[in-house]
């Protein structure tokens, strides 16, 4: 399998200020799924059994169009490449990669595209080459080659695990809820963006919407009941109006009459 490819400076921009902090807010590792037509970054997608439930799940896909000048990704599984790695290692490299494409070129010279590609390679010390996505950036006064480990590509069977998995993230609720102001919830999400970056979002089948954020030192959430239900519904029950909002999402969902994400402010933003 083989990939390489040239970063857009607005692609690459993109990753370093906006997505890649946000993903590393949800976990330390992540999956890179290149496919010929996108790249994705996934968290959380892949359990040892199937898509893994336990914590939130974050999807980041984007056209290649978006990211790269060029792209080459090759493989005999449809010309599909999937593999881990540390989000901060990756974050790093494109930081160190962006610093010396900020170098003012020689007059007349256009700066260089910021390069990306597959290798294998055998470190110091070791006895067998390992994987890497390797960075090649050209400044005015230097030029840098970054190595980022990454894991073994997964096998086609984890590939078609994962790929189901991501069809399976981005499927519909069975239970959706109608709000009537946009922007009053509009108001509400960049009000409580200035207190955290991760947004709980909980929808029940009574028709009750529910927005959080926690942080070590404060929660701020807000309630929105009996909307409009688009989908499975059913009887909220009485014991539940005894009880703060927050445990009553708790309950929903572990009867399986709610259903709770996360979501990323600084994405949203």
Known sequence: MKFKASFTDDGISLLDKRFLPAIDKVGRVCHVYLTPTHAMLLHNLLGSTGPDGDGPQCVAQFAKDLLFREYNVSSRDGNRVAFSVDVALLHRAIRSALAVHAQSPAAGDAP????????????????????????????????????????????????ARLQDALDAAQELPETLVQVPDLQQLQNLVDRLKNIGDLLSVTVTQYGDLHLQVSTSLVTLGSEFKRLRILGARANAPVVDQNVSATIRMEMAVERGEALSVVLLLMVLA
Do not use: C, H, M, W
Request: proline share 8%; no cysteine.
């Open 112 to 159: 260089a595209a910021i390069q990306v590609k597959l290798v294998n390679k055998q470190t110091p010390g070791s006895r067998s080459a390992a994987p890497f996505l390797t960075f090649e950036t050209k400044g005015a006064r230097s030029a840098v080659v970054q190595d980022v480990p990454i894991s073994k590509p997964l096998s086609r069977s984890d590939v």
